[in-house]
């Protein structure tokens, strides 16, 4: 009898799951027509400038992908499980903070001025804030030595969980540089949270990941080379906000010393890469959120590589990240 109840629960959750991504992907496909073409009436657009490097892209390009992410990946979320609880409100304030100052920040892009760091780091801090206090947190790991799990101290649980939330948020933005790739690797990311949250019966991590893979998964349509709409800084630091909540929520909770990797793999990429950009924008005494080319696909365009082979590069990167990830988890069990 439990044997089969046990089944019946797999195979609804199965359904939910597949529901979930089918939705999310369905919604996102069908309103980024509608807002491509609202973003050329209002010239909400990125246009390609002379001698920018980091500007690839030869014609003007949509910025209001975001939109229908953020439509979609709610949507779809509050449908599924009409949870409307203090957690649910803070994912949606701070999305919707990122998008607020994200927007502006793509505002100033589409008239070629730059956005003060300031307000977007206030901005970022605030969201992560919100989710701390609706109680998405790093709280402790277990002990490998005695089994006993190990609360941390209130003000460091804060600190780590406000700089994996700010941190993630930025790295995520950083990588959107190139037709696919932000999207593609939050796609990889979000997929391998999803297995992580399944083995660990996480349901509404599971669930939360699943949704982000239909979302990205959706845009990637629109966004593989060559691009015919952005998702903008709007965009890029809400997946890369929900990915961190993610892990929160779901790997994160309740780690062992060696599961806390595990996230920390799955991000590999888009992590590894930018820690190497902002220490050198350290030494080189520049601000981390000036814009250059120094990511790792700027330097392998400058290699000789075209974009869709720099893409599938990195994409195959952040697989074997996953994979390795993926493989660490199974060796808890």
Known sequence: MTRNY????TVVRSILYLAAFVLSFLIVIALIPPFSKLAFRLDFVDKPRAGVERKLHRKPIPLTASYAIFIGFFVTYLVITRDFSWETA??????????VIGTIDDW???KG?????????IVQVSAAVLVYMAGVQFSGFYNPLSGEYVVLPVILQFVLTILWIFGVTTVINFTDGLDGLAGGLSAISGLTLFIVALVMGQSNSALLAIVLVGVTAAYLLFNRPPA??????AGATFIGFMLAVIALDGAFKQATVLSIFIPILALGVPIFDNLFVVAR????GKSIYQ???????YRLLRAGLNTKQV?????????CFSLTSIILLLVQI
């Open 6 to 9: 046990t089944a019946f629960v």
């Open 90 to 99: 803070a994912l949606v304030a701070g999305g919707i903070l990122l998008l």
């Open 108 to 110: 100033y892009k589409t």
């Open 113 to 121: 001025k730059d956005f003060p760091a300031l307000p977007k780091l």
């Open 228 to 233: 015919r709409i952005f998702m903008g800084d």
């Open 281 to 284: 924008r350290f030494v080189q």
């Open 291 to 297: 814009a250059d080319a120094s990511q790792a696909h």
């Open 311 to 319: 893409l599938m590069f990195l994409c195959l990167i952040s697989m």
